[in-house]
């Protein structure tokens, strides 16, 4: 397996629990946009300690980008994550992902789960071909949104935030269910990226088939 030990360079916040890490990028390293890597921290405590992680910087980068959401409520990973400085050391592996581009559609993310596609639209944003894509994006609570101002400039009025735990008239109100697609979408035709937390995956997944999207046109994490 491919391993990789790399300094983080670079630390900054992005909402009030997600930060995003700048690292060293190994020579020849190579990733497509929406795909991951087995990182764990080098220390003793944690080496041995792999969580997956999607890279959000773009491949043409000088330095590994990884926005990563930490649980201050166990003792875990990211929570570890949080506590390091730059200066400190990562461990990176194998390049893999199932979440890739396949034609303009509909991006459907979850919290956390907007990671693979920050990637995937930097890069048909910066080809100029972001066109004909849309984004639903939901959260808890305005103060999760993750990359909120980034992606308004990206996708501008086809850039859409549900909120489940939080009234707000700015934003439209959750949850993303059956009743919301057959509302929000216009063509089950198009290809459909969908990313977040499990159950919601599943379910997502399976109403887009019964409301008439096709297997392959459904693109999600494995």
């Not at 993310?109 to 080809?127: E, H, M, S």
């Not at 993750?146 to 086809?158: S, V």
Request: charged share 30%; glycine share 8%; aromatic share 12%.
């Amino acid at each position: 397996m491919e391993q990789h030990t790399v300094k983080i360079i670079n630390i900054k916040d992005v909402t009030h629990n997600v930060r995003s890490y700048r690292v060293e990028k190994p020579s020849g390293y190579k990733f497509e946009p929406g795909q991951a890597t087995e990182i764990s921290i080098n220390t003793n405590e944690w080496t041995e300690e792999k969580r997956p992680f999607t890279f959000t910087g773009l491949n043409e980068y000088p330095y590994l980008e990884f926005t990563i959401k930490s649980y201050h409520d166990h003792d875990g990973v990211t929570n570890a994550l949080y506590k390091l400085k730059e200066g400190d050391e990562l461990i990176i592996r194998d390049v893999w992902g199932a979440i890739s581009y396949k034609s303009p559609g509909y991006f459907i993310a979850g919290g956390a789960g907007i990671t693979p596609f920050i990637a995937i639209l930097r890069q048909l944003y910066k080809d100029n071909k972001i066109g004909g894509n849309e984004l639903f994006f939901s959260n808890k609570k305005e103060e999760d949104i993750i990359r909120h101002a980034e992606l308004d400039k990206i996708l501008g009025n086809k850039a859409h935030y549900i909120l489940t735990q939080e009234n707000n008239d700015a934003f439209m109100k959750g949850p993303v269910n059956k009743y919301f697609l057959q509302r929000e979408i216009r063509d089950f035709s198009k290809a459909f990226y969908v990313c977040g937390p499990d159950e919601m995956v599943k379910q997502l997944t399976d109403t887009l088939k019964e409301l008439g999207a096709t297997p392959d046109s459904v693109v999600f994490e494995k």
